[in-house]
């Protein structure tokens, strides 16, 4: 049978191409029932206020940088979206004077215009808001030398071989109205992919790369980070791919309830938990890793109820 058009733009795969069961199954998932979707190797934490939230992403860069050693360097990959970890990260390295110069990190991805990466002056710029809200706040004696910060290019070779030797501890990130993590959106209806998203084992293999954005991404950048301008943001970015999430120690996603809606954090947690990964729902593959965590601030779960505004 075949698939649905998407409601968002037919030229694209995303959620509401699915079966309508998995959606109305996701809807309906009480607080209760979210949490009851842990099982080995994916977990669901809840926290009640918006500081113990945080506090717990930024304690996960500590946690991380804290392991590397010379001879054994280790790090994080993180994002921009949530960013209100980042200055926490930075004040508990100073406070607690901790040493992370052999400790690495990585860059989840950054806006891709013009044949290249945005420069770090393009007011949305992840580099940008990595270094001014974490890194230049960190005690100069204290931070990892600058070729330890690796950020997306659009030559993405040094990018890669960053990964070969170090230990990534986790990677964390947000989830976007499409149900993406970093810029893992899902692919466009074309070619060998018009009537069936790619298989879970296909989209696994992609790696760093440039991609086109789904509008709904657009869009929702537009409004979280300018302002509701939408010709502000560029419409393909450069991001880590599953290649590179499969190596990373843990996934661990985090929801605040600002990013994606009540509806998409229950949707993602029922494919992972069930076992239903599809590439329409790139997040839903995460299903696959060995350890992943879903982070969520609990009032930020709200319902799935109509409500008319």
Same mark, same amino acid.
């Given at each position: 049978?075949? *698939?649905?058009?998407?409601?968002?733009?037919?030229? #694209?795969?995303?959620?509401?191409?699915?079966?309508?069961?998995?959606?109305?199954?996701?809807? *309906?998932?009480?607080?209760?029932?979210?949490?009851?979707?842990? *099982?080995?190797?994916?977990?669901?934490?809840?926290?009640?206020?918006?500081?113990?939230?945080?506090?717990?992403?930024?304690?996960?860069?500590?946690?991380?940088?804290?392991?590397?050693?010379?001879?054994?360097?280790?790090?994080?990959?993180?994002?921009?979206?949530?960013?209100?970890?980042?200055?926490?990260?930075?004040?508990?390295?100073?406070?607690?004077?901790?040493?992370?110069?052999?400790?690495?990190?990585?860059?989840?991805?950054?806006?891709?215009?013009?044949?290249?990466?945005?420069?770090?002056?393009?007011?949305?710029?992840?580099?940008?808001?990595?270094?001014?809200?974490?890194?230049?706040?960190?005690?100069?004696?204290?931070?990892?030398?600058?070729?330890?910060?690796?950020?997306?290019?659009?030559?993405?070779?040094?990018?890669?071989?960053?990964?070969?030797?170090?230990?990534?501890?986790?990677?964390?990130?947000?989830?976007?109205?499409?149900?993406? #993590?970093?810029?893992?959106?899902?692919?466009?209806?074309?070619?060998?992919?018009?009537?069936?998203?790619?298989?879970?084992?296909?989209?696994?293999?992609?790696?760093?790369?440039?991609?086109?954005?789904?509008?709904?991404?657009?869009?929702?950048?537009?409004?979280?980070?300018?302002?509701?301008?939408?010709?502000?943001?560029?419409?393909?970015?450069?991001?880590?791919?599953?290649?590179?999430? #499969?190596?990373?120690?843990?996934?661990?996603? #985090?929801?605040?309830?600002?990013?994606?809606?009540?509806?998409?954090?229950?949707?993602?947690?029922?494919?992972?938990?069930?076992?239903?990964?599809?590439?329409?729902?790139?997040?839903?593959?995460?299903?696959?890793?060995?350890?992943?965590?879903?982070?969520?601030? *609990?009032?930020?779960?709200?319902?799935?109820?109509?409500?008319?505004?």
């Amino acid at each position: 049978m075949a *698939r649905k058009l998407s409601s968002i733009s037919a030229n #694209w795969w995303d959620y509401t191409t699915l079966d309508q069961t998995i959606v109305d199954d996701a809807a *309906r998932l009480t607080q209760k029932d979210l949490l009851e979707l842990s *099982r080995p190797g994916f977990k669901v934490v809840f926290y009640d206020t918006l500081e113990e939230f945080y506090l717990a992403e930024a304690m996960e860069y500590i946690h991380a940088w804290h392991q590397s050693t010379a001879d054994n360097p280790t790090g994080i990959c993180g994002p921009i979206g949530p960013t209100e970890q980042l200055p926490l990260v930075a004040q508990l390295v100073n406070d607690l004077d901790l040493d992370i110069r052999s400790a690495h990190f990585w860059g989840m991805d950054e806006w891709y215009q013009n044949g290249r990466e945005v420069a770090t002056d393009h007011p949305l710029s992840f580099e940008k808001a990595d270094r001014e809200l974490c890194f230049d706040r960190i005690t100069s004696n204290r931070v990892m030398p600058d070729n330890h910060l690796h950020f997306p290019k659009a030559d993405t070779t040094e990018f890669l071989a960053s990964w070969e030797g170090i230990r990534c501890k986790v990677m964390q990130g947000g989830q976007g109205d499409v149900k993406h #993590w970093a810029f893992n959106d899902p692919p466009k209806r074309e070619g060998a992919h018009q009537e069936s998203p790619p298989s879970p084992e296909e989209y696994r293999k992609l790696g760093t790369r440039i991609v086109d954005l789904h509008p709904l991404t657009i869009v929702q950048n537009a409004r979280t980070s300018g302002g509701g301008n939408i010709s502000l943001v560029p419409t393909q970015a450069i991001t880590v791919g599953p290649l590179e999430t #499969w190596k990373s120690e843990k996934v661990s996603i #985090w929801h605040a309830g600002c990013h994606d809606n009540p509806f998409g954090q229950r949707l993602t947690a029922l494919m992972i938990s069930k076992n239903i990964p599809d590439s329409s729902v790139p997040m839903s593959l995460l299903a696959d890793h060995p350890n992943v965590v879903f982070n969520y601030f *609990r009032p930020g779960i709200s319902t799935c109820q109509v409500e008319m505004h």
